[in-house]
C-alpha cells in the first residue's frame, strides 16, 4: 500500500481481555516501531523492529505488553489481560531502515471498559 | 532521562495572522529534532528535520529553527489557514546504535484557526 496501515481503527473490550492489534508497514521498510499515545499528550515510544527481531523493546510498560513480526514485514502488538490504564491510541510508524523517517499510521484507538 | 517540552500547550489564533511554538529538549546524544502535525484522528506527518549543523528549515508556511547550544527550536506558522488546525508535536531523535531513531516526543501544541 500506499502507507503505514492499521487494523482495527478503534477496539472496545473489556477489562481483562485479550486483544491484538496489526500493523502493515510501507513494502520494503525493514524498521517498525510502535508508540503509545495517551489523550493530550505526545506518543511514548513501546517497541522497534528491525527486521524480524524486537531490537528495542524498553518502551513496554510490563509484560502484559508482547509484539511480533514472523516475517518482517506484518507487526502484531498484544496485549494480555487489558487494563482500564491501557486505553490509547497505538500508533505504528516504518522506516526505510534504521535511521531513516519513520511514516506512521492512523493508529488504533483502543478502549478498555 | 531525555524529555522534550513543549509551549504553549495550545493557542487560538485567527486566520491570516502568524503563530510561533516552541520546544525546549534535553534529549542526548542528539540526532535530529522534527516538527509533526497530527490531524485529529491521524497518525504525525513529518513538517520539518534538522540535524545539527542546521539553524533553520521552510516548507512552505512553516519555518522551524534549531538553537543546538541552548537546545530550543521553534516553529513559525505564517499566515494561518483553517487548515493549520492541528497538534504540532516536537519530536527529537537521540543516536541508539543498533537500537535504531529512538524518538522522544513532546507534549504537543493544540492549535486552531479560527475565521
Known amino acids: 500500500g500506499a502507507g503505514v496501515s492499521q487494523t482495527p481503527s478503534n477496539k472496545v473490550t473489556e477489562k481483562g481481555k485479550y486483544v491484538e492489534l496489526r500493523c502493515d508497514p510501507i513494502?520494503?521498510?525493514?524498521?517498525l516501531y510502535w508508540y503509545r499515545q495517551s489523550l493530550g499528550q505526545g506518543p511514548e515510544f513501546l517497541i522497534y523492529f528491525q527486521g524480524t527481531g524486537a531490537a528495542d523493546d524498553s518502551g513496554l510498560p510490563n509484560d502484559r505488553f508482547f509484539a511480533v513480526r514472523p516475517e518482517g514485514s506484518v507487526s502484531t502488538l498484544k496485549i494480555q489481560r487489558t487494563e482500564r490504564g491501557d486505553s490509547a491510541v497505538y500508533l505504528c510508524?516504518?522506516?526505510?531502515?534504521?535511521?531513516?523517517?519513520?511514516?506512521f499510521g492512523p493508529g488504533t484507538r483502543l478502549t478498555v471498559t | 532521562k531525555n524529555q522534550v517540552e513543549q509551549s504553549p500547550q495550545s493557542l487560538i489564533i485567527l486566520e491570516g495572522k502568524n503563530c510561533t511554538l516552541q520546544?525546549?529538549?534535553?534529549?542526548?546524544?542528539?540526532?535530529?529534532l522534527r516538527w509533526y502535525k497530527q490531524d485529529t484522528g491521524r497518525g504525525p506527518v513529518s513538517l520539518t528535520i534538522m540535524t545539527f549543523s542546521e539553524n533553520t528549515k521552510s516548507n512552505g508556511r512553516y519555518t522551524a529553527t534549531l538553537d543546538a547550544d541552548t537546545k530550543q527550536s521553534s516553529l513559525h506558522i505564517t499566515a494561518s489557514q483553517l487548515s493549520d488546525s492541528a497538534s504540532y508535536i516536537c519530536v527529537v531523535s537521540a543516536k541508539s546504535g543498533a537500537a535504531g531513531n529512538k524518538l522522544t516526543f513532546g507534549g504537543g501544541t493544540r492549535v486552531l484557526v479560527k475565521p
Open positions: 520546544c525546549n529538549y534535553t534529549v542526548s546524544p542528539f540526532s535530529n
Open positions: 510508524a516504518s522506516s526505510f531502515n534504521t535511521d531513516g523517517e519513520q511514516y
Open positions: 513494502s520494503g521498510h525493514t524498521a
